[in-house]
């Protein structure tokens, strides 16, 4: 069941004048920053609030690390704007399995990682009105982030 | 000071199918639905999730009821997708006009009327990496939305 707005995915071409607009603009501060190197991207959380599921909500902010990656690839196509958006769930292979069985292809055969040790998949934006997509599980509290394989 | 993500706004061609998508693929529910002549769209508040300053982030549905509003001009020049997202604060005049004095365009002169009685203003997307951008402040829990001229 997904139980939050987890996050809104946000391409730019430059991560950290991206990050410094708000900052400024907002006094929106990173909370987490890493490269996804299967993504191919390199991003900062901003964390904007917390959620009645024991979660939060965030801004994720991306910039290509390479041309043929797809936030890349989509930043070539649309420019600067919002790529995705991502609910949360406790169960992400279930949910992604259930959604598959209601015809939405799910793009991803198991989930990946994704931010923060998350277990993450996207659900194709034609099949979903035009929005790409997210599910998300989040990595245990416990978890050591920054021990996690990317 | 923003302090949640207060929704995702996303254009649609039909308002009733993309509410059954939500509906039959997450179990996604109307929380409230309403006709804003003054921006031009018919919309639909899916309720999400609660967050931690006693608000709540919803997904924004909206079909424009012409052509010729902002919303469907924008969905004639890019199909259906996310149009804009929109923070959460106490504050919308005071923040406006901060975010106004650090050179970011403010596109309402004075906040208007938005969903469930709220005072709402945008910023402009050239001036947020491509993101056009709401901030939002909620009517009073007390407030009866019925009455609330648009």
């Known amino acids: 069941m997904l139980t939050r707005i987890d996050h809104i995915g946000i391409a730019c071409f ?42 939060a909500s965030y801004l994720q902010l991306l910039e290509p690390t390479r041309e043929d990656s797809a936030v890349g690839k989509w930043l070539a196509r649309n420019g600067e704007g919002v790529h995705h958006i991502a609910f949360g769930t406790a169960d992400v292979d279930g949910d992604a399995e259930a959604i ?24 194709h934006p034609k099949d979903c009105h035009g929005v790409l997509t997210e599910l998300v599980t989040s990595a245990p509290p416990s978890a050591d982030h920054s021990s996690v394989e990317h």
């Open 100 to 123: 598959r069985g209601k015809g939405v292809r799910v793009l991803y055969d198991e989930p990946r990682t994704g931010s923060m040790g998350s277990r993450i998949t996207f659900l």
């Open 14 to 55: 430059d991560l950290d004048r991206t990050v410094e607009f708000y900052r400024a603009t907002y006094g929106f501060e990173v909370y987490h920053s890493e490269v996804n190197e299967e993504q191919g991207v390199r991003e900062a959380m901003l964390r904007i609030n917390a959620t009645d599921d024991g979660g």
